[in-house]
C-alpha cells in the first residue's frame, strides 16, 4: 500500500480577496503622510519628536498587554501604530512628553486592549485618550498659548478659540484657500486641508473607509452651520470656517470612520455622520468646548448600536 | 483567485463561469475499484443483502440494508470487495460499497430503463438519488413537501463550474425526455429552465418557458432561484421544495430522459476539473471513480500539504484522501497548490462590514458573528438570521480580519440543529 499523502483541509471558501487588515492599517497610515509632512514642516523638530515618541510608547503599551494577557502580539498588523500616529496628529506640537505617554496609555489600553482588542472598542481609541488628556490638562491645549514661541509669516490664529473668545469678527480675514492650506494655528496633522482631503479620498476610493460617513459628517456640518449662521450672522461663523478649521476634516475622513466604533449599514452610516456633524457645530456654537469633534465623536460612537439597529430584513424573515 | 480590485469603493462582483465551446469532454477511464457511499451509518451488526464477492452488473439497482431503503446503482460491473464505514464532515457517517471493475466487463443491465419506469414512488425517490447532478436528498417523491413548480437550471451551484451548461447546449432531446418522465412520474406539469444569457436562444428547443440569469454569483442558487425568478415567498431555514419549488440540475433531467427512453445507465457524471492554476476543463467520469484516478489521469500532481477540493471554490468541501470518490453530486474536483491557500486568523471582527454589504441574503453577518464566536447559537437563530443565510460563502471570501465566518455559520447550523432535536426527543 502507497502511503497517503496528507492533504490540508479546512472549511469552504477556499478563496480569499487578499484583503487584510495590516493593509488597511498601513494604507490609512500613507494617506495621512502628507498632511503630516505639511506639519512637520511647519512646525520643526518638536513635531517630530510628538510623532516619533507617540508612535512609539503606543506600539509599546499594546506589546505589554499582549504579554499580560498572554496573547499572541498583535502589533504586527499596524493598528497600535496608526493608533499613535491618528493621536499624534491631533496634538500641538509643544506637547510635553508625559502627556504624550500618558495619552497613547489611554488610548491604547483603555480605548482599545480593556475591550479585547482591536474590534472590541466601542469608542474610537485616539478620542478615549484625547478627551481625557482635553479635559485633564486643559491648557495643553491651548494652540495660540503652545505655538507662541513659534515665528508664523502669517496670521497666527486658532481660528475655533478666536470665534469663540473674541466674536466673529476676529476671523473675517481669513479665506477657504488659507485655511486648506494650512495657514492657520492648530495640531500637528490636522492644519493642512488639501492633504487630508487628498488622503481621504484616497482611502474612499481604495474602499478603507466608508464615503457614506465623510460625506454625511461634511454635510452635517454645512447644513448645521449655515442655519445658525442664517439665524444670527453676528454671532456665529459660517460652514466654511467649521469645515476648514479645527478637527473636521480629520475627523470626518480618519476618526469618525473607525470601523469599531462605526455603523455598517447604508441608512445607519448616514444617521451617523449627520448626528456627528451636527453634534459637533452644537458643541463649537453653544457649549463651553472650543472645538466640539472629539466629544461629539465620542457621543455618537455611543449610540451605534441603536442606529446600527436600522437594517434591512434578511432573506425569508417574517418579521 | 479573483483578489480585491485597487478601488474599493464597491462590493466585489464573482461571476460564475460561462460555458467554453470550444473545448472538448474527455472520458476518464475507470481502473481498480470504485466506491458508493449509502447514506446511512454502517455497523457490523447490520443485516445486509450484499456481501463481498458478489457479482453486479452495471445498472444493477441493489439494496444495501435489509431494515432500510437505500439503493445503489452499480456504475460498473465487477465484483463487490468491500463494505466499511465511513465518517463524513460533522460526523456524517456513510456507508462505503466498493466495486471491483472486471476486465472487459461489458455485460450490463439492458433493462434499467424498464426497471426504472415500473419502479414504486417510494424506490423511485431512492434510485433517483444515485443519479448524476442530485444535490437535494429530497428528491422530488416527498408527500411532506407539496412541490408544484420544477424549475431545471442550466447554471451551475458554483464560480467556474460549467456542467448544467454544457448540458444544456448538447442534450436538448434528453432534457425533453427527462421533462416527459418527471410529469408522468410526479404529475407536475409546470416546468421552467433557468440558464445564462448565452444559452436562452439554445433552451428555446426545450420547450418549456426560459428564464434567463445573470452571472452574477450567487444569483443561481436554489432559494434565489426561487425568490426571484419564481417570485416565490421564501422562508429563513426552510428549502426551495418548501415554497412549492424544486430546483434540478440540467443534468439529473438529462440523465432520467436517457434512462427512461433509451435505457441508458446514468453511471457517469460530468464534473468541472480545476487545476492548481485555476484552469478548468469539463471531464465524463463514472460515478465511483477515486478522485486521484481522474487527476493521474489529467496529469495533475498533487503533493503533500496540497488541497483537494470536491466542489467549487466558494462552497466545496475539502477531502482529506485522494482515493475520495466522484459522488453523484461532485460538480467539480479543485486542486490548490499549498502556496495559495489562503490563510486563517483568529482576530475578531473589527466591524468593517464589507460582509453586509456583500450578503445576498442580507444577513447581519457583523453581528452574527459575536454570537456565533460565543456559541450562542439560539439567540444568532432568533434575532441574528442565521437560518436566512444561504451558504455561498461570500462573507469569509470578502472578510479582512480572515475570520472563517462561513465555517462558524455552518458549524452553528449544525449545532443548533442539532441540539433542537435532541430537545424535541427528550420532551
Redesign the interface.
Known sequence: MHKQKKYIVSHAPFWHDGSRLTTKNYHIMLAVLIALAAGIVKYGVPAVGVIALSVSTAIFWELIMNKITSRTATIGNGNAALTGLLFAMMLPPTMPWWAVVTGTFVCVIIGKEIFGGLGGNPFNPVLIGMAILMIAWKDLFDFDQALINYDFDYLVLYPLAALKHFGISSIESLSAIDLLSGKQTGAIGTTFGFGLILGGVYLIIRGFVRWEISVSYLLGIFVTAFIFKSADSATYAGPVIHLFSGYTLFGAFFLATEDSSSPVNFIPMLIYGAAIGIMTILIRNIGVYVDGTVFAILLINLANPIIDKIRPKAMGRAV | ????S?????S?VLQYEELDTSKTVDSIKVTGAVTFFVDKKYSKKDSLLIKPGDKVKSGDIFSVFNDSEEMIISSVTGEISGIEAFSGNFGKEYTAVTVKTESGGNNVNKDFGKTLKKASKSSLNQIIKNFPGVVSDTVFVNPDKPVDSIVITGMDSD?LISNNKYIVKNRIKDIKAGIVFIEKMTGINSFITVVPESLAVVAQDIGVPVRVVELTYPLASP?LIT?NIMGRK?????TAEDSGVMVINAETVAAMGAASVKSEIPGSKIVTVIDKNGDTRLVSAIIGTPVNTVLSQLKID????????T?G??????????SHPVLPDTEAI?V?D?ED??E?LD????????C??IC?????V?LLIRFLENGEYDEAADSY?L??C?DC??C???????I?V??YI?LAKHEFTRNNTVEAENA
Open positions: 483567485m479573483i483578489k480585491r485597487f478601488i474599493g469603493l464597491f466585489p464560480l432559494m425568490q421564501v422562508t429563513a431555514g426552510k498533487v503533493n503533500e500539504g496540497d488541497r483537494v477540493i466542489g471554490p466558494l462552497t466545496g468541501t475539502a477531502v482529506y484522501s485522494d479543485m490548490q499549498r491557500i489562503p486563517i482576530n475578531s471582527c473589527i466591524n468593517c462590514g464589507e453586509v454589504r445576498p441574503a442580507k444577513v447581519p457583523n438570521d437560518f436566512s444561504i460563502g461570500l469569509a471570501y470578502v472578510c479582512q480580519a480572515q472563517p462561513f465555517q455552518t
